[in-house]
């Protein structure tokens, strides 16, 4: 069973500045929880019960927010309320949160290799906080920790995407082993238009073996001058295996503002009070 979860909190969110200047992006709220909430109950869902937060500057927050506040709680207790509080208690008393900083804002690929003494020797999965991700009684998190359990290698989200689109994501290729279940044996980090090597792309849920580490460590700086966690996936879709999962539900991106609307209106429909 994957019972840890990184969480890559240490970006800046420039995209939805000034709102991002001193909120940390995952603090941004979807109806009446922040972007983290969502995914570290997905988490849960799936039986994970160790939240690992790589955090940076100014996100106080986050470690706040999974914690008890205890004038507030004192204030509404007894009252109507305190009801409202009922999710985040719950959470809180479902897991457990550890927090790391990254003091350098050096790609995926290093945020996630400065979690490595959180998840320790153990296989892990991954939560970009801004991939919203929902889907009814099993959450994508599930889905793909149950094909852990199956094939014990590391697994990558993927879902279809317009080829005008491929340019924004990591893409993979590779062959098609069962319904919805790729071998992955190419990807790439944001590729130029016209140059992907197919119309799947990566979106923010990923395990990963441990074995992932040292090969992180070995990952030069690649797109952008970052060490990206698609180059060192590469590296182990080469001399082992990554699977590509094309997993079922709705994905949002709250990393743009398109995106963010889609998912408040949803989550207002489908998620909110359910
Ligand atoms: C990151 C990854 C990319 C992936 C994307 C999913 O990019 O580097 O491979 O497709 O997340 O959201 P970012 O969106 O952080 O630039």
Redesign the pocket.
Known sequence: MIKKCLFPAA?YGTRFLPATKSMPKEMMPVVNKPLIEYGVDEAIHAGMTDMCIVTGRGKHAIMDHFDMNFELEQQIAGTKKEELLGDIRGLMNSANFTYIRQREMK??GHAILTGKPLVGDNPFAVV?A??LCVNGDQGVLAQMSALYNQFRCTIVAVQEVPESETH????ISGEMIKDNIYRVDD?V??PDPGSAPSNL????RYIMTPDIFDLIEETEPG?GG?I???DALLKQAKTGCVLAYKFKGERF?C?SVEGYIDAINYCYENVYNK
């Open positions: 970006g790609g995926l970009l801004d991939d924004k994501y990591g893409v990807m980090e944001k792309a990566i979106i923010g797109k970052e990206q966690i698609t991106d990393g």
